[in-house]
């Protein structure tokens, strides 16, 4: 590629949080031109941004939108995808640089999959596609000499504090976690938690799988075995450390007792243009920002008990192979369990515990063994579910 040529990025989830966060730091740096644009459902808002990016094509999950889709870009000559498959297809076939995946769930692994066996790099904030397939994925990555970049801010931040580091010599690292609403709640009252309480984040402003998520701290632990992919940090080396004001967004510890953090106000816009432009950090006009008026940097252990889901992520990971894949799918279960009214708050942690506890581990060295894995995960979820009600 020509120097100051545009990148060719692809963007699967574009309607979402990352999504639109994603389009607005492309808006405001350039360097991109959009060769596709995927969302799951939401026909007329991926209809406005096709009509606004002109990319080559798009494609949306539900088939059942593929015609309202069509005709709002009629014209266009924009080609349409839908359905289940659509954005492995595209990310298997459609031409670009960059994948930025910002699917929620086992949505987004087959387009991660796709993107780095073609030896394409991968903006990652479906953090999903690294619990189901981690080992996998890193494999690929390294055959093809694919790159994933992290999208997460905790990620990001650790991938900034090992630049120019040896890895030998990292004490730990150490992942900061808001403490989500139910932080200081009594543990008694946390288990009828209302839906209302669990989606009112602290400090970021989220989609509502991974709103839950933090709010039970599964995030964090999904999160972990995030960063033991990306690092290949062994898992007693990562730790994590309440913080609730999200200004510090991790931090590693050197074996001589120095430590190095990353900080900023919570905004995804930065980590997100870290990834697309790593390993330079372009300028950006989003506030202005001095650390005088931060909030006071506090820091705790995480309290025994309170957060049962983040245990089960640790050992998901200390298990290995098909566990974190049957963690991520009876998570996704539990979560929507809860979020259509048919789980209370507390049984999220006790659903997932029961199918992980079931689970017969498997090697998870295929697609295919992983996606059904993650699928068995689910499916008992959802079983456990309707015998509760
Ligand atoms: P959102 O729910 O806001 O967005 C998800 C996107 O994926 C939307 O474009 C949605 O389409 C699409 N989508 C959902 N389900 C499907 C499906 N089955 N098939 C195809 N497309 C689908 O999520 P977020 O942006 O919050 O999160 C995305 C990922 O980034 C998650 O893995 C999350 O953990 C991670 N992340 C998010 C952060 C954030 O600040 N939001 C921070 C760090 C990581 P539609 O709009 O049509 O429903
Ligand atoms: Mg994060």
């Known amino acids: 590629m020509k120097e100051n040529q545009n990148r060719r990025i692809a963007v699967f989830g574009a309607t979402g949080s990352i999504g639109t966060q994603t389009l607005d730091v492309i808006n405001q740096l350039g360097g991109f031109d959009i060769t596709v644009l995927t969302a799951g459902s939401k ?27 069509k005709n709002a870009i009629f014209g266009s000559g924009i080609k349409v995808y839908a359905g289940k498959d659509a954005d492995a297809h595209v990310a298997e076939s459609e031409e670009y640089d960059l994948c930025l995946n910002g699917l929620v769930g086992v949505a987004g692994l087959m387009p991660s999959y796709h993107a780095l066996s073609r030896g394409i790099d991968l903006a990652l904030a479906n953090k999903e596609s690294l619990v189901l397939a981690g080992d996998l994925l890193n494999s690929i990555a390294k055959k093809t000499n694919s790159k994933i970049l992290p999208v997460d801010s905790e990620h990001s931040a650790i991938l900034q504090c090992l630049q120019g580091e040896q890895k030998s010599e990292v004490r730990r690292l150490i992942l900061t976690a808001s403490g989500g609403p139910f ?16 989606l009112n984040h602290p400090t970021w402003s989220m989609g509502p799988k991974i709103t839950i998520d933090s709010a039970t701290l599964m995030n964090k632990g999904l999160e972990i075995i995030e960063a033991y992919h990306l690092f290949k940090i062994p898992i007693e080396k990562i730790d994590v450390r309440i913080h609730p004001v999200s200004v510090v967004h991790s931090m590693v510890e050197f ?13 995804m816009r930065i ?42 992520a640790y050992k998901a990971l200390s298990i290995g192979g098909t566990a974190t894949a049957v963690l991520n799918g009876a998570d996704e279960a539990a ?34 063994e992983i996606k059904s894995a993650d699928s068995w995960g ?11 009600r």
Not at 347 to 363: G, P, Q, R
């Open 43 to 69: 026909w007329q808002s991926l209809a406005e941004l096709a009509l606004k990016w002109k990319p080559r094509c798009v494609a949306i999950g539900d088939p059942s939108k593929k015609n309202e889709l």
């Open 183 to 198: 932080r200081k709640w009594p543990l008694e009252k946390i288990r009828n938690a209302t839906k209302e309480a669990a």
């Open 255 to 267: 074996v001589d007792g120095s430590f190095k953090a990353q900080l900023g106000v919570p905004d």
């Open 271 to 312: 980590p997100i243009e870290h990834a697309l432009f790593f390993p330079t950090h372009r300028e950006m006009k989003l506030r202005d920002d001095d650390p005088a008026d931060w909030p006071p940097l506090e820091f705790s252990k995480v309290e025994d008990g309170r957060y049962p889901c983040l245990d089960l």
């Open 335 to 368: 979560v929507a369990g809860f979020l259509n009214g048919r789980l209370k708050f507390g049984e999220i942690s006790e659903t997932i515990e029961k199918t992980l506890d079931t689970h017969n581990v498997a090697e998870a060295d295929n697609i295919e």
């Open 378 to 388: 689910r499916d008992y979820t959802e079983t456990l579910i309707s015998e509760l």
